[in-house]
């Protein structure tokens, strides 16, 4: 593998198993500066270091308007929430010296020994993957939902759909995007030649979270295999993320829906589209011409792939 794709492939597992610091142990410096295009000889002062994606994005976010929260996919038990992989820490901090060990705090399932080598990132079905979800006690959700919501859809599909968390109809059902939102997502898929057997429906979170409250970091940190596994077995062409929540947790930012929008992002390799979320286009039906361009590019971006 090549020294760029080498990086891109290290950056990407970091920032999918929630790291926030850079610690490049397997590259020269004379490759990293290359790559960023800058040159280590005669570079006295030292290079601009390479900064943290979190660094760049706060920086970025300095003078920007809060996220809205007009996209919020399911009613909201509370306002302000940010997906996991986004939010910061206060217990990412180092203690001074003299501070006695903390205390062992919650323990999110191990996330990076599941990513890379633990049950959920060996099943080799999607099958197998709703069996896990449907014994899966990895977060505290699976007590209080009435059925898992692994996902539906062709093992196949050229097009992978990315909600929030189930809501009150899916929890009953088991299915996803199966009530009011459901069926807009059925009609939007229509407006891009799909049907749902085409394509393959989720969420970040695979159990309902109670009153449709926000998904909580450990929740979504607990979950995040099982979805990483299945975009691994289905291989998309191209994903989409519905709402805010998906988007900002599948890229690890805090930008808001309307910056996220209309750009090609990557997942993995994936590209990666960000639309509204259904649900928010039955409260503000003025949403659904931004969102029927997105899904056309959704669309190109699949027949570009099969071209
Ligand atoms: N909202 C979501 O994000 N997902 C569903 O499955 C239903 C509603």
């Not at 790559?35 to 900064?51: F, H, K, M």
Request: aromatic share 4%.
């Amino acid at each position: 593998m090549d020294a760029e794709s080498l990086l891109r492939r290290y950056l990407e597992q970091r920032r999918d198993v929630g790291e926030r610091d850079l610690v490049l142990d397997h590259m020269t410096v004379e490759e990293v500066m290359r790559i960023i295009g800058a040159t280590a000889r005669g570079a006295s002062r030292g290079p601009e270091p390479l900064r943290p994606r979190a660094d760049v994005e706060r920086a970025e976010r300095a003078d920007a308007a809060p996220p809205p929260q007009d996209d919020a996919p399911r009613e909201r038990a509370r306002d302000g929430h940010q997906p996991a992989a986004a939010s910061s820490s206060a217990s990412d901090e180092a203690p001074p010296a003299s501070a006695p060990a903390p205390a062992r705090g919650l323990e999110a399932a191990g996330d990076e020994a599941e990513l890379f080598g633990g049950p959920i990132s060996r099943a080799d079905s999607l099958d197998e993957i709703a069996t896990m979800v449907a014994k899966c006690t990895r977060c505290p959700l699976y007590k209080t939902a009435t059925n898992p919501v692994p996902g539906e859809g062709s093992p196949h599909a050229r097009l992978m759909c990315i909600g929030e968390a189930p809501g009150a109809t899916e929890d009953q059902t088991g299915r996803p995007f199966v009530g009011a939102a459901g069926q807009l997502l059925t009609k939007i898929l229509a407006a891009i030649q799909l049907t749902r057997d085409d394509v393959f429906i989720t969420n970040v979170l695979k159990h309902r979270p109670p009153g449709n409250r926000n998904p909580m970091p450990d929740e979504v940190t607990a979950c995040r295999p099982y979805l990483v596994r299945q975009i691994e077995l289905i291989r998309p062409a191209v994903l989409v993320a519905f709402g805010t929540f998906a988007a900002q947790s599948l890229l690890d930012t805090k930008l808001s829906l309307g910056k996220l929008r209309g750009t090609v992002h990557r997942y993995r390799g994936i590209p990666l589209v960000v639309t509204y979320h259904p649900a928010a286009l039955l409260r503000n039906p003025a949403w659904k011409r931004p969102t029927w361009e997105d899904v056309q590019l959704a669309r190109r971006l699949l027949d570009s792939a099969s071209a």
